[in-house]
């Protein structure tokens, strides 16, 4: 199984001390240089995040236009969209139109969403589930009308007076490949099953709406493992992609040690999320060789394809590519990752 790191940022601004994102404006551009100088370090994906009512990167498409225009390898992509602020129809197109820009190499990672600062905040969007419906029945809703838009689904019923064809119509423009790169980003280990069932590619976080008493990442692996059980049995012929996400910092600097050197989180955390118990997963922070080794032995990392880095993007564009550049050079090997361009030395 080929191995791939990619950035995730969840593109936060703040006007505060120390933040080289104050602005908007500062996380979009920072966010679009980053993925360039991520391409040339051989890095595989640069992901964003999408949150709304924050000061966060909420509107994903002009963002990965924008960076497939001034890159050509890298994979772009989210994790996640909460499809239930998603006009399905508009979001297919905007999503075809980024993923031509960039030479088909989008990976666009939705889900239902996570606790967010709006109460009921796509409410606002003008999107209500109806009586009876869950926020996650609305958008699996949504995401089944995105999906089938993408796969080139007839939408609206043609005018005879512009015409003379009576066959369904079309979201254009249509990405032809872009149907088999949907991602669902998954809490749960039901949730991987349907979205095995559902033919989709699967995201898991750096925390789980479940908790069994087991180490984080063994819960993620058995997540993986009835995610992959479920996809053979659903009869799929593609093989499924699968990601996993981690908090990875190697300290080689007087910087990092700064910035980070008091930071231990080594140990899984429990809490209350959403009503019900929820499992997070460990920081990896530390000199190199050892969070090598430790993400060596993680059974997630070691059954994923993808591991997805978080990254502090509020630290600027070099700092973040330094941290990028430490982990394709002492960390990522360790578990069966290699570069796709070579890595240049760094000032």
Wanted: without cysteine.
């Amino acid at each position: 199984m080929k191995k791939r790191i990619g950035f995730l940022s969840f593109g936060h601004y703040q006007p505060v001390q120390g933040s080289l994102a104050r602005t908007a404006k500062d996380a979009l551009i920072q966010s679009i240089e980053l993925a360039e100088a991520a391409e040339e370090l051989g890095i595989d994906g640069a992901y964003v995040r999408v949150h709304h009512f924050a000061r966060q990167l909420a509107s994903p498409f002009p963002l990965l236009a924008a960076m497939g225009a001034r890159t050509s390898r890298i994979e772009l992509g989210t994790a996640v969209i909460d499809m239930r602020y998603e006009n399905p129809l508009y979001m297919a197109e905007d999503a075809a139109a980024a993923d031509l820009i960039s030479g088909e190499r989008l990976q666009l990672g939705m889900s239902r969403g996570s606790p967010e600062t709006a109460l009921r905040g796509s409410e606002s969007f003008g999107y209500v589930p109806s009586d009876g419906e869950t926020d996650a029945d609305l958008a699996r809703t949504h995401t089944e009308i995105f999906r089938a838009a993408i796969a080139g689904a007839g939408v609206a019923r043609p005018n005879p007076q512009m015409s003379r064809s009576t066959a369904p119509l079309s979201i254009e423009p249509q990405s032809p490949t872009l149907a088999d790169r949907i991602w669902w980003g998954s809490g749960t280990r039901a949730t991987a099953v349907w979205a095995a069932e559902q033919g989709m590619n699967l995201q898991s976080s750096t925390l789980l709406t479940e908790d069994t008493g087991v180490p984080f990442d063994e819960l993620q692996a058995e997540q993986i493992q009835v995610y992959r059980d479920a996809w053979a049995a659903a009869g799929w012929k593609r093989e499924p992609r699968v990601s996993v996400s981690r908090s990875v910092i190697p300290i080689t600097t007087d910087l990092d040690r700064r910035y980070f050197g008091g930071e231990r989180d080594s140990e899984d955390q429990v809490g209350y999320l959403d009503g019900g118990l929820a499992r997070f997963g460990k920081s990896y922070t530390g000199e190199p060789d050892v969070i090598a080794a430790q993400l060596a032995a993680d059974a997630a990392v070691q059954s994923a394809d993808t591991v997805l880095l978080t990254i502090p993007n509020q630290l600027g564009v070099a700092y973040n590519a330094h941290l990028l550049e430490q982990i394709a050079l002492h960390v990522a090997p360790a578990w069966g990752w290699e570069s796709n361009a070579p890595v240049p030395a760094r000032a």
